[in-house]
Structure formats: C-alpha cells, structure tokens
C-alpha cells in the first residue's frame, strides 16, 4: 500500500510558476512508476505527465509539453511538477497517481494503482 500527498498548489497569475510535490508514504517508492493527471471543472481526469522508475523516461500531455517538467528523488519519496508558463486553461485539481506498470502506460491512462488527495491549482487572467 502506497499513501500519496500533493502539496504546493495555490494561485498563481498567468505566466507565472508553481512546483507541485508528490510525496509517498509507504512501500518502496521506487519500485512505482508515477505521474500526475488533472481535473478542471466540469470536464474528466486527464493525463498530465508520467516518469519512470529510475527518472530516465518521461512522458507528457501535448499540452504541457515545453512548460511542465516532471521529475523524482527516490532517496527523498518524492515526485515533482515544475509547471512554467502557466496558462488559465491549466487551472485543475492536479493529481499524483502511482503504479506498478510503465510510464507510457499510464500516458495511455492505464495502470494507476494509487492516487492522491489533490491539490488545487488556480491560474488568474
């Protein structure tokens, strides 16, 4: 069982930056691929970014893709989202999820075991 807590959400103007951390509680962290996933109002969960287990891989929406970096520490349990560049359209709840599967499966939204509370994020015009 893996416990996941966002933190670092809040409001931010456009074009502004935000740091998400994802931190894991629990079995070996890096045993799990992990990525984060977004919900804005009124529309479903979508992918965001994954990573894998050892950092090497990386995937990422077309949508954030230039402006969001994912990145991990293994030693420290802890999965980040530098998110630069911010539009309103990324104003979401931003999720961390982890699984025992791939990164580019969890791309396909496939192979998430564990998510997170959330973590508002809001982007003022």
């Known amino acids: 069982q893996v416990q996941l807590v966002e933190s670092g959400g809040g409001l931010v103007q456009t074009g502004g930056s935000l740091r998400l951390s994802c931190a894991a509680i629990g079995r070996t962290f890096s045993s799990y691929v992990t990525g984060w996933f977004r919900q804005a109002p009124g529309k479903e969960r979508e992918f965001v970014a994954a990573?894998?287990?050892?950092?090497?891989?990386?995937y990422y929406a077309d949508s954030v893709k230039g402006r969001f970096t994912i990145s991990r520490d293994n030693a420290k349990n802890t999965v980040y989202l530098q998110m630069n560049s911010l539009k309103a359209e990324d104003t979401a709840v931003y999720y961390c999820?982890?699984?025992?599967?791939?990164?580019?499966?969890?791309?396909?939204?496939?192979?998430?075991?564990?998510w997170g509370k959330g973590t508002l994020v809001t982007v003022s015009l």
């Open positions: 999820a982890a699984g025992g599967s791939t990164a580019q499966a969890m791309a396909n939204h496939s192979g998430m075991d564990y």
């Open positions: 990573i894998s287990r050892s950092g090497i891989s990386t």
